[in-house]
């Protein structure tokens, strides 16, 4: 299984495979047909209550990653993710986000979690 995390602003490579939007806005600046993506399921984002928490400096991402992974486990982004990583099974997967910060985003917890199954 094959995931990466990459900026969505970052020009699309060959072997992106099947290209994920894991943020819940579209990315400024971002023409849609330039960002070429293929899947945008908004349900997978954190809640805006814990990205505000969590962009405010109030807790350190350790923390964040835990309360995300529990946002995950209700059914709709539970559902989600099964998608995700049926595609991930099936080939190349790019999770695509703005965040200036990807290793330490919720982008990156994804691809942690779907990393383990």
């Keep these: 299984m094959s995931v990466r995390v990459r900026r969505v602003h970052a ?3 060959p072997d992106d495979g099947v290209r994920v939007l894991v943020d819940r806005l579209w990315p400024r600046g971002l023409a849609k047909d330039a960002a070429r993506i293929d899947e945008w399921p908004k349900g997978l984002t954190p ?4 990205r505000r928490w969590y962009h405010a400096g109030q807790g ?3 923390e964040f990653r835990e ?3 529990e ?3 209700a ?3 539970a559902e989600l993710l099964h998608h995700v990583r049926e ?12 965040s200036k910060d990807p290793e330490h985003s919720h982008a990156a917890v ?3 979690l779907l990393a383990r199954s």
């Design 11 to 13: 020009s699309p490579e």
């Design 47 to 50: 809640s805006t209550e814990l």
């Design 60 to 62: 350190s991402y350790e």
């Design 67 to 69: 309360r995300y992974e």
């Design 71 to 73: 946002e995950l486990a």
């Design 75 to 77: 059914p709709e982004a």
């Design 87 to 98: 595609l991930a099974a099936k080939g190349p997967v790019t999770l695509l986000t703005a």
């Design 110 to 112: 994804l691809a942690g």
